[in-house]
């Protein structure tokens, strides 16, 4: 069966400094795979998609940026964190037929401080 | 963008009621699917509907799909305090194999 990994579950960091998120997802071959964010008590915002190694497709302009180094790890960053880039991370994945269901990570729980 | 929209955004009933929640949507779909969220957890998948489909059941859960209103709604029956969680619509539309679009949920709070 597959599975998502994301780490790690809660990161407190100051403003302007680098981040890391990780994301793995076994059990599947050549996923799209999804960066959300979640506002507190708001619905999802995609961040970034990538249907395949190196491809990457950004949805909203900001200083994060996402890369797909192997097929099944997707990972999130940024250079120099904002107040604004608090907020709960999702990682998900999707199969490659269209558009079906998509399975989520638990999260990571950032805040800038 | 987000193109869904949950009503009521919040709903509190008593366990062993049935919890109906709608969302509406603006533009043509491929399918619809709902997904259940506890509290600082990931998202969980619960049900699809195509767009060529008008009801569809899973357990307690029974989904419609209205694609002349553009409009689906969400029944729990019998609902339980297990239930209590956000839930959120999405829906895969004409134009992108590779996004949902999501609306903002609506909280539901099952009390004992």
């Known amino acids: 069966s597959q599975t998502i990994h994301q780490w790690p579950a809660t990161l407190v960091q100051p403003v302007g400094s680098p981040l890391s998120l990780e994301c793995t997802v076994e059990?599947?071959?050549?996923?799209?795979l999804y960066w959300y964010r979640q506002a507190a008590g708001r619905g999802l915002q995609l961040l970034f998609y990538s249907v395949g190694i190196g491809q990457i497709s950004s949805e909203v302009p900001q200083n994060l940026s996402a890369s797909r180094p192997q097929d099944r790890q997707f990972i999130l960053s940024s250079k120099k964190l904002l107040l604004s880039d608090s907020g709960f991370y999702l990682c998900a994945w999707g199969g490659v037929q269209g558009v079906r269901e998509q399975y989520f990570g638990p999260g990571t729980r950032l805040t800038v401080t | 963008s987000q193109q869904g929209e949950e009503d009521p955004q919040a709903l509190s009933i008593q366990e062993g009621e049935n919890a109906t929640m709608n969302c509406s949507y603006k533009?043509?779909?491929?399918?619809l699917q709902w997904y259940r969220q506890n509290s600082g957890r990931g998202l969980v998948h619960l049900i699809l509907?195509?767009?060529n489909e008008r009801e569809k059941h899973s357990g307690r859960l029974r989904v419609t799909l209205d694609t002349s209103k553009k409009s689906s709604s969400l029944l729990i029956t019998a609902s339980r305090a297990a239930d209590t969680a956000s839930y959120f619509c999405?829906?895969?539309?004409?134009?992108?194999?590779?996004?949902?679009?999501w609306g903002a949920g609506t909280k539901l709070i099952i009390k004992p």
């Open positions: 059990g599947t071959s050549n996923p799209n």
């Open positions: 999405a829906t895969a539309t004409m134009d992108s194999n590779y996004q949902l679009i």
């Open positions: 509907i195509r767009s």
């Open positions: 533009t043509s779909i491929n399918n």
